[in-house]
């Protein structure tokens, strides 16, 4: 194969909704009237919302076209570092549109939706056998909500305890949820700068950790795709504290069926299903965040949870320390049943996926680190991360090389994340992609790099091919215009 | 054949074969994959491997059809309750477009370049929100109603400079969202205080004068017991004590008939939008719907699209004053949401752009008037309908003393789900249902209701 993945077909312009469409068309059919209209109070009466009249022939073609402007896992590689875009297999969403589970109420009594509870039951079992934690629970609408899951957890497992604690240690490599969600259950959040191997040392965090401190946050695999390797023993600092340990499980795609998060000293890890477990990230959710907790902290998990006993399985509020509900019904119970059919359809191969995956991110690292800077020169996890620094004599950065890769037909990594790597370029190639795929990306890889010292304008004038070239960004946000 | 028989399945997601595996290690220059694996210590490792069941493509198949078939739906029963999700009618062309492939399996469109589909999507969902709520700015959605309510009410308080600590929230707001609400609470040192309902089925706004340090008031419209509150009135009293007025809605379609939010000065408007085309599914992925007037754009939590122009000057759509959000603000981000709920928001754009703006109207109508039979046919029939307040497709009937009996006769029998009984929520109301009619009721279905719930 010589030819690239980037190429042109004939992009379609197509207007705004409201600049389309003529009063009097519609694309619905109206259900029969079959009873009387009967008027409205006046006080009360509105004009209705002025939407535009299309037909259905223009709403398929105006969303189509839309679409082909769009780039998804089913396009192409999508090496977004720590976002783990893995392929979306297409019997999930079969599962997910059964009517049993598309078209069921959440209020129905819980004799008469057993198959539903079952399935939140067994998936909440499976992901605690997979993290090597005691109990689960599967209401967290996405990682971010399942980071305050746990925050709260701690707040309240202080509480019952007797105790308040303000203070949560945060890594300087963590996502930027962590401390909002910190921030959001009432903690401050003190930094802990990342050691000179890329990992956190148990000395700095020996240093901070006080009883005033709740716990630590920490991200392993971490965000520079490097086990942090003395978790352990920072546990048992943390722990002799009195506090506790939450880990960002964003990056378990690693380590499914090798690591066991309980003896790793982890208390409280939440699980982003749309990673890991292969549901369709939608271009920004829904996505879903259980949290698997120890033993101890296991009465403190959300409620209603699924219990099953001699009658069956029900919904129940009997868990007094609960830290209470965080949706109104279970969470995004469509999502469950993709990321069940994942686990089932794999079953033990989860760690399968997890050595190819490290595998093939590794094997990028090995085949690019000649000719991109790679600021931690060490066996990786699922992600490796390089800088722009062999591209700064040539004046072309890590945004550059980021839209010239569009125009390769790859949707670029993870850029200027994370933050403690100036001009970070961080690859996650996953499980999904075969050989040839990673073979021609990394041959793109180094012809960019060729390109930044012999053609640079190739790189900043990118990208070409797409709908629209490198949008006014500052103009957007000094100029709001956020509807039409 | 035998060679066949002992081979190991080959699982189709993992496109390696042994020999891939073989050139790669060799390039990477470690022995076998376990060794890739040697920086994690022994004490952090599995002392058991794995040990889950594996399913063909086909064996799923069959598992998962019998766990749907143990879960009833619209398809075997007729549910007459809503309180919160809804079974409306979506179109098949909205369902399909949804699910092409560029859609759901793009990410959060961190390069606009290759991401305009979603990108002018959900600007085209904010419009249309702005433009059924009557508001000016519409963010790019949050997890569902219940954690919208909790950030809009935290936005008030920094509306305030958290000056003043204490919200209020009508009790006639769903009782599923002040739950999660006090979740969202409990560790911010805020305080929620609620407000009692009134005879006729609304809120009770006289409690607020009791509150020191208010920095917002919430009502639902319709309420929980579907009534529609007087907004208007309402936002002249909150306004008054300089508090800042939230509405919240369950079901979104009201505001085709009923006057929107916006219309009635409302400063936050935030809610469930499952009924604009999304599958109940059991209660999610439902859709944050969140509005703001612009004065407050700084304070917004989530995402936000905007318009702006490439190099070339074509117009074309960006994420944008991402400055709010914790991936730039970190610990002093107005929310610590990052991934939304994308593609329910495109959905609902969808949805809304396939009724258009008469459909949509005729759609609430439609609804309303056959609630409004059910209501005059059940009165007729010797029922009590207890509160008032005009409603649009949920209403509260009060049954005789011994009608929990024959409500589970009901749904075992005739498969019929008579409402929701309010006594789980509100204790006071031993014998209330909720009960809720959409467009997919015929009157045949009505007429059979009230036939069976006759005293």
């Known amino acids: 194969m010589n030819e690239y993945v980037g190429t042109q077909g004939l992009i379609l312009n197509e207007p705004l909704l409201w600049e389309r469409g003529r009063k009097g068309r519609t694309g619905f059919s109206l259900p029969t009237r079959d009873v009387d209209p009967v008027a409205l109070d006046a006080a009360i009466a509105g004009e209705g919302p002025d939407f535009p009249d299309l037909s259905e022939v223009e709403i398929v073609r105006h969303y189509t076209r839309l679409s082909q402007w769009n780039y998804g896992v089913d396009s192409g590689m999508y090496p977004l570092g720590s976002c783990t875009m893995k392929y979306n297999p297409k019997t999930n969403e079969r599962q997910a549109s059964l009517p049993g589970f598309a078209g069921s109420h959440p209020l129905v009594p819980s004799e008469l939706c057993q198959g539903a509870l079952q399935l939140i039951y067994e998936l909440e079992h499976d992901l605690a056998h997979i993290s090597g934690l005691e109990a689960a629970s599967v209401q967290p609408a996405a990682g971010a909500q399942g980071e305050m899951t746990g925050m709260l957890i701690f707040a309240a497992y202080h509480r019952h305890r007797g105790q308040t604690r303000s203070k949560i240690l945060i890594p300087d490599t963590a996502h930027g949820t962590n401390p909002a969600s910190a921030a959001l259950c009432g903690f401050k959040s003190v930094p802990l700068e990342t050691g000179p191997e890329g990992v956190l040392t148990p000395e700095a965090v020996a240093a901070v950790m006080d009883e005033d401190t709740a716990g630590l946050m920490v991200t392993n695999p971490n965000t520079l795709g490097l086990f942090e390797t003395h978790i352990r023993q920072i546990a048992d600092i943390v722990h002799t504290k009195g506090g506790l340990i939450y880990g960002d499980g964003a990056n378990l795609n690693a380590v499914m069926g090798i690591v066991d998060f309980s003896r790793a000293g982890i208390d409280v890890l939440h699980i982003n299903l749309h990673k890991t477990f292969s549901t369709p990230h939608g271009g920004g959710g829904p996505g879903a965040g259980p949290v698997c907790v120890s033993r101890e902290l296991a009465p403190f998990l959300p409620t209603p949870r699924v219990v099953k006993d001699a009658r069956g399985y029900r919904l129940t509020e009997e868990f007094p320390l609960s830290i209470g509900k965080l949706n109104a019904f279970y969470g995004n119970f469509g999502i469950l049943v993709r990321a069940y059919s994942f686990i089932r359809s794999l079953g033990n191969q989860l760690k399968d996926a997890s050595q190819h995956a490290v595998l093939n991110a590794n094997y990028i690292k090995e085949k690019l680190k000649d000719r991109y800077h790679l600021p931690f020169d060490k066996p990786c996890m699922h992600e490796c991360v390089f800088t722009d620094r062999h591209l700064e004599p040539y004046k072309v950065t890590t945004l550059d090389l980021a839209k010239r890769l569009i125009d390769y037909g790859f949707h670029p990594p993870t850029i200027y994340f994370p933050l403690v790597v100036p001009g970070a370029i961080m690859i996650e190639p996953t499980e999904s992609e075969s050989r040839e795929n990673i073979d021609q990306f990394i041959t793109t890889m180094r012809a960019i790099a060729e390109e930044a010292r012999t053609s640079p304008e190739l790189l900043t004038s990118a990208p070409r091919k797409t709908k629209v070239r490198r949008l006014d960004e500052t103009a957007a946000a000094r100029k709001p215009c956020l509807r039409g | 054949m035998k060679e066949i028989s002992e081979r190991k399945q080959i699982m189709r997601y993992l496109p390696h074969t042994s020999e891939d595996i073989a050139n790669m290690l060799t390039a990477v220059g470690v022995k076998d994959l376990d060794e890739l694996f040697a920086t994690i ?27 749907a078939a143990q879960t009833v739906s619209w398809n075997t029963h007729t ?78 308080i920094r509306i305030g400079r958290a000056k003043k600590k204490t919200v209020a929230v009508s009790t006639l707001v769903n009782p599923y969202y002040r739950k999660v609400l006090e979740t969202y609470f409990q560790s911010t040192g805020f305080k929620v205080e609620t407000l009692p309902y009134l005879p006729d089925g609304s809120t009770d706004l006289a409690a607020i004068d009791a509150i020191d340090d208010l920095a917002g008031v919430a009502i639902q419209s319709p309420n929980f017991f579907g009534g529609i509150e007087d907004l208007a009135a309402a936002g ?220």
């Not at chain 2, 309750?81 to 092409?100: C, K, Q, T």
Request: charged content about 20%.
């Open chain 2, 41 to 67: 210590p022994e004490d952090c490792r599995r002392s058991t491997p794995l040990d889950l069941p594996t399913l063909t493509e086909w064996e799923l198949n069959a598992h998962m059809e019998k766990l």
């Open chain 2, 236 to 455: 002249q009293v909150i306004h008054d004590r300089g508090a800042v007025f939230i509405t919240a809605f369950s079901e979104p379609l009201a505001y085709g008939l009923v006057k929107s939010p916006g219309r009635q000065d409302a400063d936050i408007v935030c809610g469930e939008g499952q009924s604009l085309g999304l599958a109940q599914s059991f209660g999610g992925p439902g859709l944050g719907i969140f509005a703001a007037k612009q004065k407050y754009l700084r304070n917004l939590p989530g995402r936000l699209v905007g318009q702006t122009t490439d190099t070339d000057g074509r117009r074309g759509f960006v994420l944008t004053l991402s400055t709010r959000e914790q991936h730039i603000r970190r610990e002093k981000a107005t929310s610590n949401i990052c991934s939304n709920q994308s593609l329910c928001a495109m959905a609902a754009g969808i949805y809304m752009a396939a009724l258009g703006g008469s459909g949509f109207r005729e759609l609430a109508a439609l609804n309303r008037d056959k609630t409004e039979y059910l209501k005059g046919a059940l009165r007729a029939a010797g029922l009590e309908l207890p509160f008032a307040r005009p409603t649009f497709n949920e209403f509260v009937v009060k049954f005789p003393a011994d009608f929990d009996a024959q409500w589970q006769k009901l749904l075992a029998e005739k498969k019929i789900l008579c409402g929701i009984p309010l006594v789980c929520y509100y204790p006071e109301l031993a014998d209330h249902y909720l009960l809720c009619v959409t467009e997919t009721k015929s009157r045949e279905d009505l007429d059979r209701l009230v036939e069976e719930v006759k005293p």
């Open chain 2, 79 to 156: 549910i007459f309750a809503g309180a919160g999700s809804y079974h409306h009618f979506i179109p098949e062309a909205a369902r399909y477009v949804l699910s092409r492939s560029e859609f759901a399996t793009a990410y959060t469109p961190y390069q606009p370049e290759m991401s305009q589909g979603t990108l002018q999507g959900i600007f085209e969902y904010q419009t249309l929100v702005c433009r059924l709520l009557g508001m000016e700015i519409a963010n790019a959605s949050l997890y569902d109603g219940a954690s919208a309510l909790a950030e809009a009410l935290l936005m008030a």
